[in-house]
């Protein structure tokens, strides 16, 4: 059985923690999403609402357009463990019935977040896949998300871009 590092009840907001709560508001976002190469791209619109909760963690609320028609909503929790010197998280919508849970380190750019999971690959029934969700904070009223899968050759294949401007 591996050791997990020791953990702190009551740990001090860390300058990772400052950075997640920047994201805090209201934010209206477009994306763009190609289900299969070669497919035209499919465009929708939403909004999250996005709140602290203490210093340590944020939650982030959406609803918007699916790709291709229908209404979706999902939430996602984001903080840094310290113990693990990592980001963690979770996110869940309404039209998967599977949790991803992630993982990720904060690029050399300091804006820019790729957090690691792993779940059903859309490709190919009853198999899972690697992906990333990347958010990047460009400034504090304007960010991007984008959503990606490992091929079979090692290279990702973006197939969701998002654009997101704060509205309060």
């Known amino acids: 059985m591996s050791q997990d590092p020791p ?27 190609v289900m299969k190469p070669g497919d035209p791209p499919m ?9 602290a909760i203490g210093d340590l963690w944020i939650q982030i609320e959406g609803t918007g357009e699916m790709p291709g028609g229908g209404d ?21 919508g309404s039209p998967m019935a599977f949790m991803f849970i992630y993982e990720g380190t904060m ?12 779940g059903p690959d859309m490709a190919r029934p009853g198999e899972s896949a690697d992906y990333q ?8 009223n304007t960010r991007a998300m984008w959503s990606q899968m490992k091929m079979p050759d ?14 309060k």
Request: with cysteine.
């Open 133 to 140: 969700d990347v958010q990047q904070l460009k400034d504090d």
């Open 107 to 118: 690029d050399a750019d300091g804006v820019t977040l790729p957090l690691n999971t792993n």
């Open 7 to 33: 953990m702190d009840c009551h740990p001090k907001p860390l300058p990772q923690h400052d950075w997640l709560r920047r994201f805090v508001g209201q934010w209206t976002f477009e994306h763009e999403c």
């Open 43 to 51: 465009k929708a619109i939403g909004r999250e609402t996005i709140r």
């Open 72 to 92: 979706m909503s999902y939430v996602c929790l984001l903080g840094y463990d310290p113990a693990k010197q990592r980001f963690v998280g979770s996110w869940v």
């Open 154 to 167: 090692g290279s990702w294949n973006r197939f969701m871009t998002a654009e997101y401007r704060r509205v």
